[in-house]
């Protein structure tokens, strides 16, 4: 009988740990899977490239600071632009050229960055 028992107690919290695992997958968001593909290093690389209109120290002629972006939010903003569900066509043009792995690594990058004051 307390074979029996174990056995139930077994089965009951192997389905409650199956169900929480398939539970996880569904809630892991598309710009987690992205950020989970990023390379800081590779982040830093490709970020030179943005520092030229994204000032280090804050918003420069309307060009906002990206430095310290959450990076959740930094990936599905360059998504909205390379979808163009954003508007600036500057933008749209820089994210269509990046692929998921890149945009993961700058996410990752911008995000370690000091915000601006
Ligand atoms: C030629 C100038 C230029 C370059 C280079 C550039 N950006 Fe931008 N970026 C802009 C402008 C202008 C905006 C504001 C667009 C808007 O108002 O929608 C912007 C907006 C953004 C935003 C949204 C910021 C916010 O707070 O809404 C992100 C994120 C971003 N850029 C990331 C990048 C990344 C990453 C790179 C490099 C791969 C990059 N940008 C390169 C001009 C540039």
Known sequence: MKILLFVIFLLTSFCKFAFS????????SEEHQIIAMGDIEYGEYLGSECAA???QSGASEG????NGMDAEVFVALLLAYRAKLMENPVMQMIAGRLDDEQIGSLALY???LE???
């Open 115 to 117: 915000p601006p004051k």
């Open 110 to 112: 911008f995000s370690t």
């Open 63 to 66: 060009i906002p600071s990206i």
């Open 21 to 28: 695992e398939e539970q996880q997958i569904i809630t892991i």
């Open 53 to 55: 209109c994204h000032q």
